[in-house]
């Protein structure tokens, strides 16, 4: 609550002077408002309220702050002494003439408001009278210029015929240069695909365009007119090189094929499109391409023969020949015993090998009904291979017909886990070779429905009946691209999952009203 502050006042029959004291509180915090009979000064934590006696004329007073002492200076607006300077009067009355006392100061104050407004739009509408009148007196200034140099012009113009008639009068015989001679200039505007002024077009997207169509615009009969063809073999390698950077595999295929259809003994460019057929996991494509660039020349310089022995490798095992892809592993050891990849290939391939070994014994005692020979064996190909997605998967469906929900789930959350993630070229310790024994997209989106509907089944088994509708409607999102008959298959046991729990609710509602 605030303290009320001390104050001393005088009178004369013209001013009211009062003098309060501020107690070292900054001036700069003192807070004064004033009314015709209301001065209020609140500086913390004191607080002077004064309901005056009589009325005073707001605008010539004035306060003035000096040595720690507010001087307020009131000017009456009659002049005549008070004899007190407070209203003594009734609550009421001290209350009523304090709200009209505060009408009256808002209302002078809407009224100053509008009378500046009327003032700037005055100021604002007066400057565009003399901004115009300024413009019109330029424009007039302009026209005098122009009138001024257009006479000028017509008097040396006339002034000129004058001195020529009168040349012409003392002489008939006036020189006249010979016609010239005509001339006939050819020209040709560079050769461009596209018919577009160069100023206007995109020549890079254009040459862009042509790389990437280059097959199609040969046998294009509309360009007939057009050559396309005589492109430097080089500058197409390059542009391939470009698309494979920015990850546009198709064009960069384009690319390089253009390329080796020019000059088909480019043996970095077999070894490009190779890589780019690599990446897209079409096995036949990198092997034609690695085979016939090592046909080419028996003096290929030990780097390109070396990858173009890994990309063949790899190229075997995506078709599963391990055997004709170790000994080519075996091979670029023999051009360089110190290989890092190639012996972190051959270490992997035979952990995969025996890996795989395991798998197909596993699978057999599957199919035989061995559950637990099955499982044992997938167990131990998995210690081999832990990311080997197909392990994971069958061993899964093996804990499912053991009914061991538990390890079912776990093994399909593995397996999800690991076909959510990309490649990881940043840490050199994973062989090359796992990236590219990764599913593709498809084969990837069917494991995923697989494992979805096998991690559904598990859950049903533990009564998560939610969890494994949720599982179902993902894995039905996801084979909506690939395979209707899976659409189909998953869709009827959505619709039978929904109805069991459809029953179990209403047999679940009157126990409950029970």
Same mark, same amino acid.
């Given at each position: ?32 408002? *004033? *009314? ?25 007073s004035k306060a003035v ?21 407070c209203f003594a009067g ?76 009168? *040349? ?140 173009l022995l890994m990309r ?149 088994? *533990? ?52």
């Open positions: 609550m605030p303290l009320s502050s001390e104050y001393t006042w005088s009178e004369t029959t013209e001013t009211v002077t009062i003098l309060v004291p501020l107690k070292g509180v900054s001036h700069k915090t003192v807070d004064i408002s *004033t *009314t015709s009979s209301i001065i209020k000064i609140n500086f913390k934590p004191y607080l002077l309220d004064l309901n005056l006696y009589q009325n005073i004329i707001e605008d010539k702050f000096k040595d720690g002492v507010l001087n307020i200076s009131l000017v009456k607006e009659e002049c005549k002494l008070w004899g007190q300077l009734s609550k009421s009355e001290i209350i009523a003439r304090r709200k009209n006392a505060f009408q009256l100061r808002d209302a002078r104050t809407r009224q100053q408001t509008e009378k500046a407004a009327e003032r700037k739009v005055d100021e604002e509408r007066l400057m565009l009278r003399e901004h115009m009148a300024l413009e019109e007196k330029e424009r007039q200034r302009m026209d005098e210029i122009k009138d001024r140099e257009k006479k000028n012009a017509e008097d040396e113009m006339f002034d000129t015929f004058a001195s020529l008639n009168q *040349t012409k009068a003392f002489s008939d015989d006036i020189y006249l240069p010979p016609v010239r001679e005509k001339v006939r200039l050819s020209f040709r505007h560079t050769p461009r695909l596209f018919k577009t002024p160069l100023r206007q077009s995109t020549k890079k997207q254009e040459e862009e365009f042509i790389v990437k169509n280059r097959s199609r615009l040969r046998d294009n009969a509309l360009l007939a007119d057009t050559d396309v063809g005589n492109v430097d073999p080089i500058w197409l390698t390059s542009k391939g090189d470009e698309f494979y950077k920015r990850g546009d595999i198709g064009s960069a295929i384009n690319a390089y094929s253009e390329a080796l259809h020019a000059d088909s003994t480019m043996i970095d460019t077999f070894l490009a499109r190779a890589t780019c057929y690599l990446d897209l996991r079409e096995a036949e494509p990198v092997i034609e391409d690695c085979l016939a660039a090592l046909k080419l020349s028996n003096s290929i310089e030990t780097r390109l023969k070396k990858k063949l490798g790899m190229a075997y095992c995506l078709r599963t020949e391990y055997d004709k892809a170790l000994e080519l592993f075996h091979s670029v050891l023999q051009l360089d015993k110190n290989d890092h990849d190639a012996l972190q290939h051959i270490r992997y391939l035979k952990t995969l090998m025996e890996a795989t070994e395991l798998k197909t014994k596993a699978d057999k005692h599957f199919s035989n009904g061995s559950l637990e020979e099955a499982k044992e064996n997938y167990t131990k190909a998995e210690k081999l291979d832990p990311g080997h997605i197909q392990v994971l998967m069958n061993r899964a469906a093996c804990h499912l017909a053991l009914r061991d929900s538990a390890a079912c789930l776990r093994d399909c959350n593995t397996a999800l886990t690991l076909l959510s993630q990309g490649k990881q070229k940043s840490d050199s310790s994973i062989c090359a070779l796992v990236d590219i024994l990764r599913p593709n997209n498809v084969l990837k989106r069917k494991c995923q429905v697989i494992l979805l509907c096998r991690r559904a089944a598990a859950k049903q088994l *533990t009564d998560d009946l939610h969890g494994a509708l949720d599982d179902l409607e993902q894995a039905k999102s996801i084979a909506n691209d690939d395979d209707d008959a899976a659409v189909k298959s998953i869709a009827k046991e959505i619709e039978d999952l929904k109805a069991k729990m459809s029953s179990i609710d209403t047999h679940e509602t009157p126990q409950s009203k029970k």
